[in-house]
């Protein structure tokens, strides 16, 4: 068990890694769940920032190096309202892109981040 974890979203909010003067990025966030509203959160922000991943442990592999079906509809939701989307890709290994790369100008893949993953973004 990690002694804390800093998430991408907490160092979003505080402005980690940000060439921003004396002040916090505005974040706004919609969990994915509906594509409609993550969509219509990406429409009004100058850049989207979409997470998508997969995970696996000591016997429970992946089935398939396929993203998950929730999040490409939330990923293609996002990227058809917001030109301007960065996708964090985190996962144990390969992962399937052809049915998503060409809507995502910019792809960073995390692998395996571990606890301060948000330090990262």
């Given at each position: 068990t990690a002694p804390y974890h800093q998430s991408?979203?907490?160092s979003l909010r505080r402005g980690r890694g940000q060439h921003?003067?004396?002040r916090a990025p505005t974040v706004?966030?919609?969990n994915g769940s509906d594509p409609t509203e993550a969509a219509a959160t990406a429409a009004s922000a100058d850049i989207a920032i979409v997470v998508v991943g997969s995970t696996s442990s000591e016997g429970s592999d992946r089935r398939s190096t396929s993203l998950p079906h929730r999040q490409l509809a939330a990923l293609a939701a996002v990227a058809a309202a917001q030109p301007r989307t960065v996708v964090l890709l985190m996962a144990p290994g390969a992962v399937a892109v052809g049915e998503w790369i060409a809507s995502a100008p910019a792809v960073v893949c995390y692998f395996?981040?571990?606890q301060a993953c948000g330090e990262g973004s």
């Open positions: 991408i979203l907490m921003l003067p004396n706004h966030y919609s395996l981040p571990g």
